[in-house]
């Protein structure tokens, strides 16, 4: 059983039904003994790092999440969820991550040619830097679906794949037990949902 964390933010029942599609039973829960049970977790989240850090420090999980990814549970982050992973965030000031991979979170427009549209939003192809356990049922250059101003840098050795966007950003990562995706998933029609089969195949 896969436990979504719900801490008030990201587009929790889509990424329900997607994980359903694939035949996994998933749970959407605010509950610390739901996600001590389960087998696996995943953190979603949109919007703005310092409200999601806010919000997911209010809820009272992340003590629960550190000690799962500490006794290592699969823990998948997912976009804002995949940011929250790092040591910290440069949106509209400095703000600490759960520091479970190192690296920082910054601007794309520090690493994309000037004039291309921020947010980047729209399908773009995947290039593997590491073969991860996410991507055994996909292949070099497949897309999957972007929406994001900022992306992940200083984490190259944890850089599972890139993407180009007018720039190389960051486009998944995997320390040990914890992995993720700036794309999401349960956007990214069939690519996305055989990322997803192979996350609940994880244990």
Not at 24 to 38: H, I, P, Q, R, Y
Not at 43 to 51: E, I, K, M, N
Not at 70 to 95: V, W
Not at 117 to 145: C, M
Request: glycine fraction near 10%; proline fraction near 4%; charge should be negative.
């Amino acid at each position: 059983m896969t436990a979504i964390i719900d801490y008030g933010v990201g587009n929790l029942f889509s990424l329900k039904s997607s994980l359903s599609a694939v035949g996994e039973e998933a749970v959407v829960t605010s509950k610390v003994e739901d996600l001590n049970k389960a087998d696996r977790l995943i953190l979603p989240g949109v919007g703005a790092f310092r409200d999601a850090r806010a919000a997911l420090s209010s809820s009272g999980l992340v003590p629960c999440i550190m000690e799962n990814a500490a006794k290592g549970k699969p823990l998948l982050g997912i976009c804002l969820g995949m940011q929250l992973l790092f040591e910290k965030d440069y949106e509209d000031g400095i703000y600490e991550g759960l520091g479970l991979i190192p690296g920082e979170v910054r601007s794309i427009s520090q690493a994309i040619e000037p004039g291309l549209k921020i947010p980047h939003i729209g399908w773009n192809a995947l290039s593997f830097r590491n073969r991860t356990q996410l991507f055994k049922y996909i292949k070099e250059n497949d897309h999957v679906y972007f929406v994001h101003s900022y992306h992940a840098t200083g984490c190259e050795p944890y850089t599972t794949s890139v993407t180009d966007y007018g720039g190389i950003l960051t486009a998944s990562v995997q320390r040990g037990n914890v992995y993720g995706t700036q794309f999401h998933p349960e956007k990214s029609a069939t690519v996305g949902l055989s990322i997803l089969k192979a996350f609940v195949e994880i244990f």
